[in-house]
């Protein structure tokens, strides 16, 4: 049983440019959620989709949008990047709120 | 403000050597407090869900406890398998299903 996948694992992107980040949640889960983890930090909430809507938002700019699809994968695009992005990007699936498994995450360099 | 810290920040045992880690938690409506634990590079993996003080879980070397204000995550001699950050996540009332993370303890066992 595959767990959640991301990709790309990793990406190096200039300052200005955007960026799609890919998840794949655990079989069965309908929920995807999105966090940054800079090195040696805790997670913070991005966003977490349900039912292809964005059903809750943590405190990021609008630069950070995302999608779900019919079959409950997920992206998180990032645009006009800045070097502050540069972090971890984990996604966590989950089935409403239970069972919340994480993937092993982008990481993201901005230069 | 509603937070999470942990302590202390970086913990180095040697096997065998028992420890205690903490993490406290401001927040108004605790639905529950959860331990990951993340090795490098990869995304957190599941530990222990607590819910209400008092109650207790064990996994092997690994023992959660929950008050009302904090949690400790007992390890009970420790191998150098058990080298990780450990990070201590709450999910409240005011954050609907999302997760509030701590900054993690990096444990390190010393063989």
């Known amino acids: 049983d595959a767990g959640v996948t991301q990709s790309p694992t990793h990406l190096i992107k200039t300052r200005g440019q955007q960026v799609t980040l890919r998840c794949s949640p655990k079989s069965g889960h309908d929920t995807v959620s999105w966090y940054q983890q800079a090195l040696g930090q805790g997670p913070q909430f991005i966003f977490q989709?349900?039912?292809?809507?964005?059903?809750q938002r943590g405190n990021f700019p609008d630069r950070f949008s995302g999608h779900q699809f019919p079959n409950y994968s997920s992206e998180l695009n990032v645009n006009a990047l800045l070097l502050g992005d540069s972090a971890l990007y984990l996604c966590?699936?989950?089935?409403?709120?239970?069972?919340?498994?994480f993937g092993s995450g982008t990481r993201l360099t901005v230069v | 403000e509603d937070q999470v810290t942990q302590s202390p920040e970086a913990l180095r045992l040697q096997e065998g050597e028992s420890s205690s880690l903490n993490c406290s938690y401001t927040v108004s409506g605790l639905r529950g407090l959860f331990w990951y634990r993340q090795d490098p590079g990869k995304g957190p993996e599941f530990l222990f869900t607590l819910y209400s003080a008092g109650e207790e879980k064990e996994k092997e070397r690994l023992k959660a406890t929950l008050t009302k204000k904090e949690s400790f995550l007992h390890i009970t001699a420790p191998k150098p398998e058990d080298s990780a950050t450990y990070l201590c996540a709450v999910q409240a009332e005011n954050y609907g299903q999302n997760f509030v993370f701590g900054p993690g303890t990096r444990l390190s066992v010393l063989p």
């Open positions: 989709y349900y039912e292809e809507e964005e059903r």
């Open positions: 966590a699936s989950s089935l409403g709120s239970h069972g919340y498994t």
